[in-house]
């Protein structure tokens, strides 16, 4: 035997969906990783684009050094932070909160609207629902090839105004809206309003595929184009992105952690467990400015 051949990572990848998304098997996230799973682990990341991992138990601590497998960990803005882990908020809904909106209830790439946005996200469930809340997710580079010559032709060409419409001054929230009060979210901030342009088709730094990166909480409108002229053909792909065929859907059980790329997918967490607690520990990954 030689000692210096690489050793095999005994991870199992099981697809969940043609489309993207994929459960690992076979990794205790509580423990160091060796370098042949670490590799293993962020070649399935780059392929599959949103990674599952199920029974897991893991402290914050833990889940940050996981995090950090990545790339820096990031804080999330606007949102608080759980008390003595700035990296970690706390997305909670308690069972008593009925009829309220939640964090990420429409189809998005996490804080697309920063001029580096993260380049990935990690929920980790601690308490679920027995059924409902799960988060659905969509492959944006499928979405981009599905997409005619033609279309594909002109988006490359484009770029898109994106603002932190839920936190800032002009696009948040009325006042009618009925938010959850477990989760801190800061509203009517000023530097939320910021525009940043992003191209509308981003190329992945790592795996050099094109991806479409627009979404409806953070995207305004077309850079030199009024909402008004983009929001025909905006409406448009965000209907094309989410379509059954571009997306997979997780369903939650205690202990399970979703990993997942902002630069190639969007997510959307699905509102239908009123009545029920529900407790997942979110960080974020940094990432760097689209191109
Ligand atoms: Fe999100």
Known sequence: MIASAPRRAAIE??????????????????RKLDDATIDAVIAAFHEHLVLFFRGQRLTPEQQVAFTRLFG????????????GYPFIVKVLKEADERNVSTFGNAWHSDFSSLAEPPLGSILYALEVPEYGGDTLFANMYAAYEALSPGMRRM?????????????????????ELRTSRSIGIERNRPEADLEVSHPVVRTHPETGRKALFVNAIYTLRFADMTEAESRPLLDYLY??????????RFRWTPGALALWDNRATLHYAV???DGSRRLLHRTMIAGTRPV
Request: glycine letters at 12%.
């Open 155 to 175: 988006l490359d060409g484009l770029r898109a105004i994106h603002v932190g419409k839920p936190y800032g001054t002009k696009y948040g929230p009325g006042k």
């Open 72 to 83: 820096p960990p990031m804080e999330t803005p606007f949102v608080e932070a759980m008390e």
């Open 13 to 30: 990848v099981r697809p969940v969906a043609g489309a993207l998304g994929a459960e690992i098997a076979g990794v205790d996230l509580s």
């Open 239 to 248: 209907q094309h992105v989410t379509r059954p065929e571009f997306t997979c």
């Open 271 to 273: 509102n239908d467990y």
